[in-house]
């Protein structure tokens, strides 16, 4: 009986284990994240070249930034220190925020521009990622998508504006010298859960190009 009782507790432990570790082993690992993303038919952020040329000064982009994106850059940067333009064209939003800010501070560090082609669609996090580029241009008929973040808790608007909680955004919008009025400008444009896919006349108004 007492061993019963014990193999009981020791399955009870373990079930228990799993259960509260799976959420940071899905969203806080980058295995975790890309096995999400396969179950949500979507794709970890990826970069390569056309054709295969790695002497091109410009690499492709698609796919969701994820926990792995800032490792990647910094690898793609070393291994070919000549890229001078990263065109992002399927960049729906990104899995983790932070890894995100760190990436696209890199793109900015390296003096990298970001191009979007005319079939191109960036959004949410990959819009920020976007707005590193030193040089950003957008081709005729490509889509850039905003929306509102919320977290756990509460919807950003749902922040007070004095709220520190909205810093990590107005900060980094500062260091990329996008004028604050676009971040609010997101928070009102849609909910998390929708996105705004912006106007030429707003891309222009918020500085989101640089020609």
Same mark, same amino acid.
């Given at each position: ?10 399955? &009870?432990? =373990? ?32 970069? @390569? ?10 690499? @492709?982009?698609? %796919? &969701? =930034? @994820? ?18 333009? =990263? ?5 729906? %939003?990104? &899995?983790? !925020? ?12 390296? %003096? ?7 079939? /191109?669609?960036?959004?949410? /996090? /990959? ?12 081709? !005729? ?53 929708? =996105? ?5 006349? !707003? ?9």
């Amino acid at each position: 009986m007492k061993k019963l009782i014990q193999r009981l507790l020791a399955a &009870i432990i =373990i079930v228990s284990a799993i259960v509260y570790s799976a959420p940071y082993f899905l969203f806080g690992t980058a295995v975790g994240q890309q096995l999400y993303l396969w179950a949500e038919d979507e794709q970890a952020a990826k970069f @390569y070249f056309k054709d295969g040329n790695s002497a091109s000064d410009t690499v @492709y982009m698609n %796919g &969701i =930034i @994820y926990a792995n994106t800032l490792q990647d850059i910094n690898e793609l940067l070393e291994k070919h220190p000549h890229v001078k333009t =990263i065109v992002m064209e399927q960049v729906a %939003g990104s &899995i983790d !925020d932070e890894v995100n800010l760190l990436a696209s501070r890199k793109i900015r560090e390296h %003096g990298l521009a970001t191009h979007i082609p005319a079939d /191109g669609m960036v959004a949410s /996090g /990959g819009t920020d990622m976007f707005l590193a580029g030193v040089k950003r241009t957008i081709e !005729d008929g490509a889509m850039l998508g905003v929306h509102a973040w919320a977290d756990e808790v509460k919807t950003a608007r749902q922040y007070k504006k004095t709220d520190q909680v909205h810093e990590l955004y107005l900060q980094y919008y500062r260091e990329m010298n996008i004028p604050e009025s676009f971040y609010w400008y997101t928070l009102d444009a849609a909910p998390a859960d929708d =996105i705004l896919w912006m106007s030429a006349s !707003d891309i222009v108004k918020y500085e989101v190009v640089t020609q």
